[in-house]
């Protein structure tokens, strides 16, 4: 814990002297008891017993409490996040049909997804992309578990991997106001030319800020091959880096090497870990190997658990002075119905 004005911590000097001014005032109290003539009155006087001193110790523990908010106490508290977005982005490539993750690399990623959403706290709102040649949005962030759950079952594999699109496209439904051009982005990768930029309005003036440092939002990314097409994923990771958005890389699958489809189409699986990994270290994020369903199941169960709160420098001021009004209030309706007075 530290302060914002610990030169007002002498004040707490104050609180022997308020104990001995109350000693005082029972002890000249006394003095006035003895020169009642009505013994009757001094004994109901006597009679209140440790009552009498309660509502005094509330009032004493009130100014305490209000002593130590003046100096403005800063605590790291661990805090629900308030109107957080997470964006799962899931790779939908042909190669997720490979069965080297049972019951299948896509039926893994979708039940540990489903587990995500379990896991993760209601009040975190959650969108969905997926890519395959492309990157689509399969659900805009919602608090609505089961639309989400029902997109997940509604997933359709395609050629290609465009891992940039993905991230890209992820941090345009992030920042809408910030006018990102996905589509324009895709043309230069494509053909290295974007559209005519004729009437189009101008960028909107955008300052980076520091990676990770926009605790409101992140995004989980999960491939299990190398960037085929679309935007370069370096280039893309660096729009949520500027932006301070993490970014949470799950690499699916087998690390190295190649396997067949049933069908017999031969479709190269080899993870570009250093890309992927680069991608998390730019963001602030991690990079998590997920070789089997089960260890899917465990980084998604995880996931969720770290989203659940943030922690943050908060000020404990106003709920020092809070408990300080209540511990008043307390005192008052005491002395009120104890002594009516």
């Not at 559209?195 to 101008?202: E, M, R, T």
Request: hydrophobic share 50%; net charge positive.
């Amino acid at each position: 814990m530290s302060f914002l004005w610990p030169q007002f911590l002498w004040l707490m000097a104050a609180l022997p002297l308020l104990l001995l001014a109350y000693l005082w005032l029972l002890a000249r109290r006394r003095k006035h008891a003895l020169r009642y003539s009505n013994v009757a009155s001094v004994r109901r006087a006597g009679s209140a017993g440790w009552k009498r001193h309660v509502p005094p110790a509330l009032v004493f523990a009130a100014c305490a409490i209000l002593l130590f908010a003046a100096c403005r106490p800063v605590a790291s508290v661990r805090l629900p996040w308030a109107r957080s977005t997470v964006m799962l982005a899931i790779d939908v490539s042909l190669s997720m049909r490979v069965p080297d993750v049972k019951p299948t690399r896509m039926a893994a990623a979708q039940d540990a997804a489903k587990v995500f959403l379990r896991q993760l706290p209601r009040e975190i709102e959650v969108g969905l992309v997926t890519f395959a040649g492309s990157g689509q949005v399969a659900q805009r962030a919602t608090l609505d578990r089961e639309a989400l759950v029902k997109s997940i079952d509604a997933f359709q594999m395609q050629l290609g991997t465009a891992v940039g699109d993905a991230i890209a496209l992820s941090v345009a439904e992030l920042f809408p106001d910030h006018a990102i051009d996905v589509g324009e982005m895709t043309l230069r990768a494509k053909y290295g030319r974007g559209i005519d930029a004729k009437n189009k309005p101008p960028p909107k003036a955008f300052t980076p800020v520091a990676p990770g440092s926009y605790k409101s939002a992140a995004i989980i990314l999960l491939s299990d091959g190398r960037r085929t097409t679309g935007i370069d994923t370096l280039q893309a990771a660096k729009l949520a880096a500027d932006r301070g958005v993490r970014i949470y890389v799950v690499g699916l699958g087998t690390a190295d090497g190649s396997a067949m489809l049933p069908e017999g189409m031969a479709i190269y699986l080899q993870l570009d870990e250093p890309t992927l990994r680069e991608v998390a270290r730019m963001t602030g994020g991690e990079y998590l190997h997920a070789g089997t369903a089960e260890k899917l199941r465990m980084v998604y169960e995880n996931l969720g658990s770290r989203m659940e709160v943030d922690t943050r420098e908060t000020e404990l001021s106003g709920l020092l002075a809070l408990a300080a009004a209540l511990l008043l209030f307390a005192a008052g309706a005491l002395s009120v119905t104890w002594f009516r007075s």
